[in-house]
C-alpha cells in the first residue's frame, strides 16, 4: 500500500503521507511556483534523483533535484532546444515552453515537453539530449495545439522489461498529435495511432495519425504491451503495444475526459474521469464520478460514494488521477484545487482537502 505521495500545483509541491486510514500534507517545496511535473525518486534506481519541474513564466522553465526524498533541492539543467535555423519550415517556435510530462526508467530520465519536444538525461538532469528523430521527423510539423497553443507530448510509456537502453520501448501520447512509438530507445519512430478516430475533423481526414487528440495514454507495469488511451473523442485500448487501437464502446455517464490510470497487475483493470466535452469541461450533471472497468473495456461501473454530487465543476486533467502499486490505492486531484484518496479500488473516497492550488499532477510513490 502507498504511503507517500506528491502533488504538484499552481502554488508549489505537496508531499503527502498515509496516517492510518488518513492522507495529510506533511511539507510544501516550491511554495509559490508552478510545478508542472514531478518525477519521485526509484528504489529500482538507487543513483537516479526525484526530479519536479517548474514553469516560471518570465523566468523560463527551471528543474530541481533531490537526493533525499524531497528534503532538500538543487537546480540542474532545464532541456533546451537547439537554435531554430533561419530557414525552417516550421511554425513552431524551438522554444522550451513547459515540461509536461516526467517518466523514468534505469538511470535514464524522459521530459514531454511543449512544444512537442522529448529528452532524455542519463545523469540525473545535468545535461538532456533531444530526441531529434522524432523532432526532425517531417510529419511533426503536421502536428497542433489541443489544449494549448503548441503541441505537446504530455505521455511517456517506457517499457520496464527492457535493461538494454539501446533496445527501450517507448510509446508517447501527442496532442494533438497522436502516437508514436520507437523500439529502440528512441532512434527510429513509426506512428502508433491506427484505429483511432477524430470525430473533429472533415470525415476524409477523421483517421489521420497525426489529426489524433490523445489526451492521455497509460500502460499496465506488468503486461506493457496492454494501454488505454482517453482520446477527446472516446476511449481506446491496444493489446499489441499500440501497433493497434480498438475503440472501448458503451461507456456510461460520457466517454470524453482527460485521465486515466489502470491496475499495474491487472490489464483490464482501469478508471476514468467522465466530464462533459469540448467548452464546458465540467462533470455531467454537476455530479463528480470515476469510471472503472474491471473487463477490459466490456462493462464499466460509475463510483461515486464519498464525491460531491451536487454543483460540482472540478475537472481531472490529464496527470490528476495515479493508482499505487498494490492497484488498489487511488490518488485524484482537481484544476480547482480539491484532491481525494481511495483505498478500495475506487468504491469509496474521502476528501483530503478542498483548499489546494489548481493540481497539475498527482504521483503515489511506488515502495
Wanted: proline share 7%.
Amino acid at each position: 500500500m502507498s504511503a507517500r505521495a506528491w502533488v504538484a500545483t499552481r502554488k508549489g509541491l505537496f508531499e503527502l503521507r498515509r496516517q492510518g486510514a488518513q492522507w495529510r500534507i506533511a511539507s510544501v517545496n516550491f511554495l509559490g511556483d508552478p510545478v508542472s511535473a514531478v518525477l519521485p525518486a526509484d528504489p529500482s534506481a538507487p543513483g537516479r534523483p526525484m526530479i519536479a519541474a517548474l514553469n516560471l513564466g518570465h523566468f523560463g522553465v527551471k528543474c530541481h533535484a533531490s537526493d533525499d526524498g524531497g528534503r532538500g533541492w538543487r537546480e540542474v539543467s532545464a532541456p533546451a532546444f537547439p537554435a531554430q535555423p533561419p530557414d525552417a519550415r516550421d511554425d513552431v517556435d524551438w522554444k522550451l515552453l513547459q515540461i509536461w510530462s516526467l517518466a523514468g526508467h534505469g538511470d535514464a530520465i524522459w521530459a514531454g515537453t511543449l512544444p512537442g519536444g522529448l529528452f532524455r538525461s542519463t545523469d540525473g538532469g545535468a545535461t538532456w539530449r533531444l530526441c531529434e528523430s522524432l523532432w526532425n521527423d517531417p510529419r511533426r510539423r503536421e502536428w497542433s495545439g489541443g489544449g494549448y497553443d503548441a503541441p505537446g507530448i504530455h505521455s511517456i510509456v517506457l517499457d520496464p522489461r527492457d535493461r538494454d537502453p539501446a533496445r527501450q520501448r517507448v510509446v508517447v501520447g501527442v496532442s494533438t498529435g497522436g502516437a508514436w512509438a520507437s523500439r529502440d530507445g528512441g532512434a527510429t519512430w513509426v506512428s502508433a495511432a491506427r484505429g483511432m478516430r477524430a470525430d473533429y475533423m472533415p470525415p476524409e481526414r477523421a483517421f489521420d495519425d497525426t489529426a489524433q487528440d490523445v489526451h492521455r495514454i497509460v500502460a499496465c507495469a506488468a503486461r506493457p504491451e496492454h494501454l488505454w488511451c482517453q482520446h477527446h473523442n472516446g476511449i481506446w485500448r491496444s493489446t499489441d503495444a499500440a501497433a493497434s487501437w480498438q475503440q472501448v464502446t458503451g461507456v456510461p455517464v460520457s466517454d470524453f475526459g482527460f485521465t486515466v490510470a489502470v491496475d499495474p497487475n491487472d490489464p483490464a483493470r482501469a478508471w476514468f474521469v467522465p466530464a462533459v466535452a469540448d467548452q464546458r469541461r465540467v462533470p455531467v450533471d454537476a455530479a463528480l464520478s470515476v469510471l472503472r472497468t474491471d473487463d477490459g473495456g466490456a462493462t464499466f461501473t460509475a463510483l461515486r460514494e464519498g464525491l460531491p454530487q451536487s454543483h460540482c465543476y472540478d475537472l481531472v486533467y490529464r496527470h490528476g488521477l495515479d493508482v499505487g502499486a498494490d492497484g488498489r490505492t487511488l490518488l485524484m486531484g482537481s484544476t480547482t484545487g480539491s484532491l481525494w484518496a481511495s483505498d478500495d479500488g475506487g468504491e469509496r473516497w474521502q476528501a483530503v482537502s478542498t483548499s489546494l492550488p489548481p493540481i497539475h499532477a498527482v504521483v503515489l510513490e511506488r515502495a
